[in-house]
């Protein structure tokens, strides 16, 4: 079963085998609002965690999106470029933004889970 972690940034990661799958939380969508624009970073990009991967643009604002762990982009979310909304949608779902190889798996223990995710918005 894959494990899903959680940034204090709003971000989520999902790692399956040695690919994680990053987006951000419903929490964070519905703070942005309706997303009109996602800027997807290139196939192969190294990320360090911290490092912004993604911009996301709101009707409200635009927000950077962040790594939550060290990495190499493997996929985009092509539909988003066509349908940033699926973000608003499905944010833990189909409006998902990267996948990537981690280079330390480890680092996804600092993360908090669902429960430690749900107080750090209550």
């Known amino acids: 079963m894959?494990?899903?972690?959680?940034?204090?940034?709003?971000?989520w990661i999902r790692l399956d085998g040695d690919i994680a799958t990053v987006?951000?939380?419903?929490?964070?969508?519905?703070?942005?609002?309706?997303?009109?624009?996602v800027d997807l970073p290139e196939k192969g990009k190294a990320l360090a965690k911290g490092d912004t991967a993604v911009v996301v643009e709101s009707v409200k604002s635009a927000s950077d999106v962040y790594a939550p762990c060290d990495g190499e982009i493997t996929e985009v979310n092509e539909?988003?470029?066509?349908d940033?909304?699926?973000?608003?949608?499905?944010?833990?779902?189909?409006?998902?933004l990267w996948k990537m190889r981690l280079s330390d798996a480890s680092?996804?223990?600092g993360l908090m889970d669902a429960d430690a995710y749900a107080k750090h918005i209550a």
Do not use: M, R
Request: with cysteine.
């Open 23 to 37: 987006g951000i939380t419903d929490y964070a969508q519905e703070q942005l609002g309706d997303l009109v624009f």
């Open 84 to 96: 940033p909304a699926l973000v608003n949608s499905a944010a833990t779902g189909d409006g998902w």
């Open 107 to 109: 680092q996804l223990d």
């Open 79 to 82: 539909a988003l470029s066509s």
């Open 2 to 11: 894959a494990k899903t972690c959680f940034t204090e940034d709003h971000e």
